[in-house]
C-alpha cells in the first residue's frame, strides 16, 4: 500500500508540473527542448508503470520530474531576463521624456522671473 501511495504522489506532481510547462508554452518563446525531454520521461515513466515495470517506472518518472522542474526553472529565468530587456528602451524613454520635461519647466520658471523684473 505504501508503494500506491508513492506512486499516486509523483503521478500527481508529475501531471502538475505538465500541465504547468504546457500552460506555459503558448506564451512564450525561448528555447524550451529541455522542459519538454522532461515532460517526456514523465510520460515514458507513467507508461512503464501501466506496462506492470513499476519500479523503473516510478525511478523514470522521479526522474523526468526533477529535470522538468530544473529546466523549467531555467526557462522561466531566461524568459524573465528576456522580459526586462525588452522593458529597458521604455525606461530610457521615459526618462529621457521626464528629464526635458524638467528641463523645459526649469526654463519656464527661469523666463517668468526674467520678464517680472523687467
Request: charged share 25%; net charge neutral; proline share 2%.
Given at each position: ?107 519656464s520658471v527661469k523666463n517668468f522671473f526674467q520678464?517680472?523684473?523687467?
Open positions: 500500500m505504501h508503494v500506491g501511495r508513492e506512486l499516486m504522489r509523483t503521478l500527481a506532481v508529475a501531471g502538475v508540473v505538465a500541465i504547468v510547462v504546457w500552460s506555459a508554452g503558448p506564451a512564450i518563446a525561448a528555447d524550451d527542448t529541455k522542459v519538454k525531454e522532461g515532460t517526456g520521461a514523465v510520460e515514458s515513466g507513467a507508461k512503464e508503470i501501466g506496462a506492470g515495470k513499476v519500479g523503473q517506472g516510478v525511478e523514470d518518472t522521479a526522474k523526468g520530474v526533477g529535470k522538468t522542474v530544473v529546466e523549467g526553472a531555467k526557462y522561466t529565468g531566461e524568459k524573465f531576463k528576456e522580459s526586462g530587456k525588452a522593458a529597458e528602451p521604455e525606461a530610457k524613454s521615459a526618462w529621457e521624456n521626464t528629464k526635458s520635461g524638467a528641463v523645459a519647466f526649469g526654463h520678464n517680472l523684473f523687467k
